[in-house]
């Protein structure tokens, strides 16, 4: 397996339809085996055709990434969305929603600005959270719907 890599940002990305997962390092291909202290968290890629099945109908509360691949400040929060899935992993489900490559739910949801994460509970949205925030401020509004 090989990584995407740039010496700026660690943050894991997916990189077209295929979710492939990348590590932000350099602007070359590296051996997977070169890149240490890496864990992707369970966040999974939706699109329009399996947001209904994977956020709407989901048993818990789901927080949605509406991202896309040139956006730097997705990238920057990207590490901290891992983060939250690893440590809600049995409360809640993490999900990256590439508005590139899914406009239609983007569009939905009137996203005009990204990054922009949504809290779904019960197929309804609960929360809207814009721009790359803190840590504390996505925990704070992921604690009120738990």
């Not at 990305?13 to 295929?18: E, H, I, M, N, W």
């Not at 999900?95 to 739910?105: A, F, G, M, R, Y």
């Amino acid at each position: 397996a090989f990584f995407w890599a740039d010496t700026h940002d660690m943050a894991l990305s997916s990189r077209s339809a295929l979710a492939t997962r990348t590590t932000v390092r350099s602007a070359r291909l590296v051996p997977a085996r070169r890149v240490l202290n890496v864990v992707r968290a369970a966040v999974t890629e939706v699109n329009d055709s399996s947001f209904a099945e994977d956020v709407l109908k989901s048993s818990v509360p789901v927080l949605v990434d509406f991202w896309a691949p040139w956006c730097g400040p997705c990238r920057m929060i990207a590490p901290i969305i891992d983060e939250l899935a690893a440590e809600y992993k049995e409360k809640l489900k993490c999900v990256k929603l590439n508005t590139d490559e899914s406009p239609q739910v983007a569009t939905d949801y009137g996203i005009r600005s990204i990054p922009t994460v949504m809290i779904f509970k019960g197929g309804k949205k609960m929360d809207t959270i814009i721009g790359a925030v803190p840590k504390a401020t996505l925990i704070q509004a992921v604690e009120k719907y738990l």
